[in-house]
């Protein structure tokens, strides 16, 4: 049923198209009528029976060609309704030749000279009419007799029930395309994806035409059994064909403008699969990125459809030149109204253009913080981290400041302010909050994380832990399980996070007796926590390794770090030579891997401190990356002491 519904659900705007193109493709038979020329449609009008156009007559010095067709066709209508014979005469006099009905002496029509064909005279005129009349009449009589209409009614079921057969054969083979056919192409064959795609576009575009077509043909042949019916359509015929507005020197009618409408949907839809084959098989191939795809398409997508339309409404007999006077004025107005989608739509292009965000950066503009979903000719989607989409104009990105994360180096800081309590030990809450960055496995070792001393607030000893991660989008999760680590160290190392308060000094001696009088001697001895208490946590602090809990940074003297680079400079050192990498040679170097080995083996370091100590001395000025790219890193990139610069 999904996949029955799949096929049937197709949007408004194109059935709109399709029954469009479908009652222009039954109306263009009568276009010709509208076609004709203005002289010919204004010196004569048809004589219809049921829908069918039997002649046409023209003009009298007292009557009209509509006014006489008008009389013409009421007296045949009731002719067609009557129960009597039809025997229809030819009447002539010295004036004129007339066609009556003898059976009920009715006056149907006069052949005038008007209505003579160049090369036969008025009677032979007269007699073609007599066999379309005779013809007509008698066919409409038998039309609305009881046996023709059961006939009818019973070949009309039978149509519908055709109708229905072949459209659950239509319905099926949809389904079993979908299932079968496409299913079994897209696993044994990986190539000719264009053949494919158009293959696969046909069938569904068949899918969806055939159906509109067989309703569409059935119903008509239905209305043409009925004789009312048939003359309704012909009514719909005509209201389709008749001139409705004229611009310029020229008349347009309803179905011109539907063949215009439907042409125009047809040239947006040959212009976007245009587009598609270029930037899928053209562009791609040719190596171009997805930005430019984009705007190549976009480009081209818009100066297809501008040159189409132009070509378009000169071949459907519009004047452009009419139109230069209405678009001088109307230009100006237009130009204040879509100031804003222009401004957007340059926007849009300078974006695609420069790339300042691409298709999943993790962005923040203004109060908005989230991914690039598509970046459009005109706006911008933004999904934000509770998954709510944001459709944002493109202007915006270039009036305001953007933090893009995702640009160019992905990896950014967080910083997290925390306030304890005055009388802290400040080396307790370093360590603290270091371990608690060290222990999270998403915190970068290089840059290494820092606690920075901010000030000394008016309840608190302020602090901020600086770390550095590589996926910035998840930067509120990490946040929070940060804090929950901070929280349980602090706690741990009996650190207290302080509230606003404001002590009271009292300098009355009375108030001093009074409240000496009022509380009790405190007893050492039952104090919540005891002198025992209080040896386990002198023991707990001091059992505390520095080694282990400072940062190396502060472990490692000046002393020890100029051993350290005299050491890695020996020949028992690490290997420092030129070294080859592409095209290029880069002299005295090392490689940032091998340096870590070295410190692992020779100091027993773990690789996350022989990292953190490699970064101490590209901090300190005493090694750089060779092309001043990378800090310090556990892989295969050339660093180079900075004496051997010269």
């Known amino acids: ?47 219809i029976v049921d829908g069918n156009v039997l002649f046409k007559v023209g003009s009298l010095p007292n009557f009209s060609a509509e006014q006489r067709a008008e009389i013409i066709n009421i007296a045949l209508a009731e002719e067609v309704i009557s129960s009597e014979p039809i025997k229809i005469v030819i009447v002539q006099d010295l004036q004129q030749t007339v066609i009556r009905n003898k059976t009920t002496d009715r006056h149907l029509l006069s052949v005038t000279e008007v209505d003579v064909i160049e090369g036969i005279n008025s009677f032979e005129q007269a007699t073609i009419w007599k066999n379309h009349l005779t013809q007509a009449l008698e066919r409409g009589q038998f039309e609305r007799s009881s046996g023709y209409v059961s006939q009818a009614i019973l070949l009309s079921l039978g149509i519908i029930l055709l109708t229905i057969i072949i459209h659950g054969v239509l319905i099926y083979l949809g389904i079993w395309g979908e299932k079968r056919w496409f299913r079994d192409w897209n696993r044994n064959s990986a190539n000719f994806y264009l053949s494919k795609a158009l293959i696969k576009s046909c069938w569904r575009i068949f899918l969806l035409l055939s159906p509109l077509i067989l309703w569409f043909s059935g119903i008509l042949h239905i209305s043409s059994l009925f004789p009312q019916a048939r003359s309704q359509v ?109 401004n957007n739509f340059i926007s849009g292009l300078i974006i695609i253009l420069e790339r300042p965000i691409q298709v999943g950066d993790f962005i923040k503009l203004g109060d908005l913080v989230g991914t690039v979903q598509s970046v459009g000719a005109r706006s911008t989607q933004i999904k934000t981290w509770d998954g709510v989409s944001i459709i944002v104009p493109n202007s915006r990105f270039l009036e305001s400041e953007v933090i893009n994360w995702s640009h160019g180096d992905s990896t950014s800081a ?29 915190i970068l070792v290089t840059p290494r994380p820092k606690v920075l001393f901010q000030e000394f607030g008016e309840s608190s000893l302020n602090f901020e832990l600086r770390v550095w991660l590589l996926e910035p989008r998840h930067q509120f999760r990490i946040k929070s399980e940060l804090n929950y680590a901070i929280e349980k160290n602090l706690r741990d190392y009996g650190i207290e996070i302080p509230f606003p308060q404001r002590d ?74 030129d070294r080859r990498y592409r095209l290029n040679i880069y002299p005295t170097c090392f490689i940032g891997s091998e340096a870590v080995n070295w410190f692992v083996k020779h100091y027993n370091y773990t690789r996350e401190e022989a990292i953190e100590l490699g970064q101490i001395l590209v901090e300190r000025g005493i090694i750089h990356h060779v092309l001043e790219q990378h800090p310090f890193k556990d892989s295969y990139l050339f660093y180079r002491f900075c004496d051997d610069e010269k």
């Not at 049923?1 to 194109?14: A, Q």
């Not at 699969?273 to 480009?299: D, H, P």
């Not at 360590?431 to 608690?436: C, D, H, S």
């Open 234 to 342: 012909y009514q719909i015929r005509m209201l389709l064909v008749e001139p409705i507005f004229s611009f310029g020197q020229k008349s347009y009618s309803a179905l011109q403008l539907l063949l215009l409408l439907a042409l125009t949907v047809s040239l947006w839809f040959l212009v976007k699969g245009l587009v598609f084959l270029i930037k899928s098989y053209l562009l791609s191939r040719l190596g171009a990125n997805r930005n430019i795809q984009e705007v190549v398409g976009t480009l081209t997508q818009y100066v297809l459809l501008f040159l189409g339309l132009i070509i378009l409404l000169q071949l459907w007999g519009l004047d452009l030149s009419a139109l230069a006077i209405i678009a001088s004025v109307l230009g100006v107005g237009i130009g204040f109204g879509l100031q804003n989608i222009a």
């Open 504 to 577: 009271l000094n009292l300098k009355s001696s009375h108030f001093k007796h009074l409240i000496a009088n009022i509380l009790p001697t405190p007893d050492v001895t039952n104090s919540p926590q005891s002198k025992s208490d209080q040896e386990v946590d002198q023991y707990l602090i001091s059992s505390l390794n520095d080694y282990e809990l400072d940062p190396l940074e502060d472990r490692l003297t000046d002393n020890e770090i100029n051993a350290l680079v005299k050491q890695m400079r020996s020949d028992n050192g690490i290997s420092i030579e």
């Open 414 to 442: 967080i910083r997290l302010p925390i306030g304890v309590a005055y009388g802290s030990d400040i080396k307790l809450v370093r360590v603290a909050l270091l371990k608690a960055a060290r222990e999270h496995k998403e």
């Open 1 to 47: 049923m999904n996949k029955l519904r799949k096929i049937l659900s197709f949007s408004g705007w194109r059935l709109i198209f399709l029954s469009l193109l479908i009652l222009i493709l039954i109306g263009i038979p009568f276009k010709n009528v509208a076609q004709n020329s203005s002289l010919e449609m204004l010196q004569k009008s048809p004589i």
